[in-house]
């Protein structure tokens, strides 16, 4: 079973037949499996976990005016929104013990995020999923998404206003996860200045780190990598044998392991469109 297939998306829909992915860069998407991308203008999105992250609305909504079915009448188009990573919080929490009860599981949850996120849990929507666990081991490991719920809420009007019904909504790290096949690898996302930083072992997300950079130098890059690969050891009782690397324009100098480019079964994404790809390849298309 694929990350994707554990994620508990917001609303449960079947699987849709518009796929989208927003980034500061663009719009990438795709339609019956053939995709697309449209650039934005500068200032158009700026990703943010606390402030409104679509600054130039008008600026989209030609664009999804020209990809929604023509003839849809009032029923909207069931899509799945991939958003940057930076919108959201992606947690992984450890358990000895998790209640069976969702009510209970959303609530202990909820206390366990609530102080390393920037926003108001109560004013946030929550996802997660219960990983596999691991042999010998009891600790029960959960995946938590939080987004808040205003920034949320601004994604899924645009694209509601445009005819489409945002059934299942997830984030780029998340959904590029199904391109990592590798039993134990780090995995490294540069989208314009934030870097996305996911440590996997056996299938299973051990960590999610995400933040900004100032000039996402060579420099500023390994002062991330460097501390999480070291942590990856530690954790894991294992070196880190491969990083896989996506959107960047050049391979960091300095690494201590070996890097290549991330790969999926159609081609080479970028940072703008890793989730969409990933999303698509875990779908099976």
């Not at 209640?99 to 995020?113: C, G, N």
């Not at 100032?214 to 044998?241: I, M, R």
Request: include cysteine.
């Amino acid at each position: 079973m694929s990350l994707l297939d554990s994620i508990k998306s917001l609303v449960k829909d079947p699987p849709p037949g518009h796929v989208f992915e927003l980034s500061e860069d663009g719009l990438a998407y795709s339609v019956a499996g053939r995709t697309q991308f449209e650039p934005f203008p500068e200032g158009v999105l700026v990703p943010s976990p606390v402030e409104d992250n679509l600054r130039r609305p008008e600026a989209i909504t030609p664009l999804l005016a020209r990809i929604v079915p023509p003839n849809s009448g009032k029923k909207r188009t069931p899509a799945a929104l991939i958003l940057p990573d930076y919108a959201a919080r992606v947690t992984v929490l450890d358990f000895d013990s998790f209640p069976s009860a969702p009510e209970e599981q959303l609530s202990l949850i909820k206390f366990r995020v609530k102080k390393t996120i920037p926003f108001d849990i109560e004013s946030a929507a929550v996802s997660y999923w219960v990983q596999p666990a691991s042999a010998g081991k009891g600790k029960i490991e959960v995946v938590a998404v939080t987004v808040a719920l205003e920034i949320l809420a601004r994604y899924e009007a645009l694209f509601r206003n445009a005819g489409f019904q945002a059934g299942e909504i997830t984030t780029s790290g998340i959904a590029a996860l199904n391109l990592c096949h590798e039993e134990m690898a780090v995995l490294a996302k540069l989208a314009g200045k934030v870097l996305s930083v996911m440590v996997l072992a056996s299938g299973r997300l051990k960590l999610f780190r995400c933040l900004t950079l100032e000039q996402a130098s060579d420099e500023e890059v390994l002062s991330v990598l460097l501390p999480t690969l070291a942590y990856a050891e530690d954790e894991l009782g294992a070196k880190v044998k491969k990083l896989l690397l996506c959107g960047f324009p050049q391979v960091p100098q300095g690494l201590p392991v070996e890097a290549e480019v991330l790969r999926g079964r159609a081609g080479v994404p970028d940072a703008y469109n890793a989730g969409l790809t990933g999303y698509m390849e875990g779908m099976g298309v």
